[in-house]
């Protein structure tokens, strides 16, 4: 539901509402230096240890704050998470793991959520690392959406993924800067994984990222936008987060509180600071008619180029990496048919995928149903094994 950024619509009748930011998160580690604009993309900007977790034994924890960018452009700062097994070996392996993250406040972030006892976190997503651990390799869990929680701002993601494992690389305790690279994410980790994928040519060419394995990605924001419609949905919430985040990154292009109604700001603010389970809650069985001011969405050109800027079936540049790619035949909150036009792209530009779908009654345990098959695949690209293909 990533990409109800046309939340906007009718005329405004609350002119003076502007984007609801996210309360800056307490911990000065995570805050912008004043000289920030000095630094290159990749540049570090702190590095502190971490107490250890205990749902990943046996595992130094270093968090390390490094200059990035955003949609706009211009630099911002952002953190990311680095687990060390005991068995890790200087210049092995180093996976870059972009967790699922439904989140609009710092609480959200995975840097935070590992210290807490989120289950989707000790349950689906410790099982899955700790086998990674267990294999030597490094995990970089990047804060991905960025110090805004840009909820919805794929491309965002993607700079973010970018840019951490150019920071780990250069953190000399960590032993990581002849490393080998791979990428995996799923859903909304997907995400950001897929878009580092296909904008590391330009933007982080020097980057040896052997593979990227990437699942259940939601490729077309104008596709789901335009599949939610009017109608009311269950998780409506997740949309109403991603127009939240989308303005914060695109203030000027898609002024969303603008056009909400006192029930849409109402609920805006109660979800600024949430988390996954906030957001649900607060948007369930809702729908765009009950927030807005109209009865007709705004054909926006300036909106509709954002949904369109964080579509990946409508970017045009291609990864040089191979590609693991997996999904269900049938997905309830994303349209499968941009997964597969997207591959088909890929393909044709002589890209290496290997696309696996995993028939699966909802979005979620297709994640649980394909990871293991991503990370063997990511373990034979870190062997280096030619990568299979089924264009």
Known sequence: ???????????????????????????????????????????????????????????????????????????????????????????????????????????????????????????????????????????????????????????????????????????????LAASPVAMLGYSGGGMATSWAAALAPKYAPELPIVGAAEGGVPMNLVKMTEGLGYQRHPVFGLALAAAIGLEREYPKQLPVSEYMNPLGLLLRDQIANGCTNEILAAGAGRSVLDLANSTTLVGSPEARAVVEENSLELFDGTPKMPIFEWHAPVDALIPTDSIDNTMHRYCAAGVTVQAELFPSPDHLTTAVLGIPSAVNWIDARFRGEPAPTNC
């Open 1 to 175: 539901m990533a990409a109800a950024a046309a939340v906007v619509t009718g005329t405004a009748t609350t002119a003076a509402a502007q984007p609801l930011y996210p309360i800056p998160d307490p911990d000065p580690f995570y805050a912008a230096p004043p000289d920030l604009e000095r630094a290159e993309p990749g540049d570090i900007l702190g590095v502190r240890p971490m107490p250890p977790i205990m749902a990943f034994p046996d595992t130094a924890v270093t968090m390390v704050k490094f200059r990035s960018t955003n949609s706009a452009g211009s630099p911002i700062a952002a953190t990311t998470t680095v687990l060390t097994p005991r068995g890790h070996r200087p210049d092995g392996p180093l996976l870059s793991y972009q967790h699922i993250i439904n989140g609009l406040g710092s609480k959200c972030a995975v840097s935070r959520v590992l210290y807490t006892s989120d289950p989707n976190l000790q349950v689906r997503e410790a099982v899955a690392l700790n086998a990674v651990l267990a294999r030597g390799w490094s995990i970089a869990l990047p804060d991905h959406l960025g110090p805004t929680f840009a909820y919805g701002a794929a491309k965002l993601g993607g700079l973010i993924t970018l840019d951490g494992i150019r920071a780990v690389r250069k953190v000399g305790e960590l032993t």
